[in-house]
C-alpha cells in the first residue's frame, strides 16, 4: 500500500515528534514501506536580518544540531537502516514538507499537530499548511 512514508517533525517537540513516528512506524511494519524523516529549521526574520552577523555560521551549528538529535532518533527507530532516511532543510515548514513529498515521492505523509487554539484554528499552522498542499494523503496524528 506505502512505499515511502514522510514524517516531518520539529526535533525540538518531542511529544509531537514521538506521536507522529510512532504512528508511521507502524504504517511503516505493516506496508514494509521505507520511512523518511525531513526535518525543516525555519528561516525566520531575526536570522536573516542577522546574515551580515554569521548566517552561515548560525546555519551550519543549527544543522549539526539537527543532525546529532536526528542520529538518535533514527538509532531508536526500530526500522533496518536500509528503509530509513532523512532530511535537513531551511525554509518555509509547509513548503519544505511539499517538496521532500515530492522528492521522495512520498505515498503518504504522517505529521503531528497541537491541539487547536484560537490561533491555529483547527490544525496546527504547519500540519494544516501541509494537508491543504500537500499532492498526497496526510494522516494528522495529535
Do not use: C, W
Amino acid at each position: 500500500m506505502y512505499n515511502t512514508i514522510l514524517v516531518p517533525i520539529d526535533i525540538s517537540e518531542e511529544e509531537l515528534t514521538s506521536k507522529a513516528v510512532r504512528h508511521a512506524l507502524y504504517l511503516a511494519k505493516e506496508t514494509g514501506a521505507k520511512l523518511h524523516i525531513v526535518h525543516v529549521l525555519p528561516i525566520s526574520s531575526a536570522i536573516i536580518n542577522a546574515y551580515a552577523l554569521g548566517y552561515m555560521e548560525i546555519k551550519d551549528k543549527a544543522t549539526i544540531k539537527a543532525e546529532e538529535d536526528l542520529h538518535m532518533l533514527m538509532d531508536s527507530i526500530d526500522l533496518p537502516p536500509e528503509r530509513l532516511a532523512y532530511t535537513i532543510t531551511f525554509g518555509s515548514p509547509r513548503d519544505e514538507i511539499i517538496q521532500a513529498a515530492e522528492e521522495v515521492k512520498a505515498d503518504i505523509i504522517v505529521i503531528g499537530s497541537r491541539r487547536p487554539n484560537i490561533s491555529t484554528h483547527l490544525l496546527g499552522s504547519t500540519a494544516g499548511g501541509v494537508v491543504r498542499y500537500a499532492p498526497v494523503s496526510v494522516m494528522v496524528v495529535r
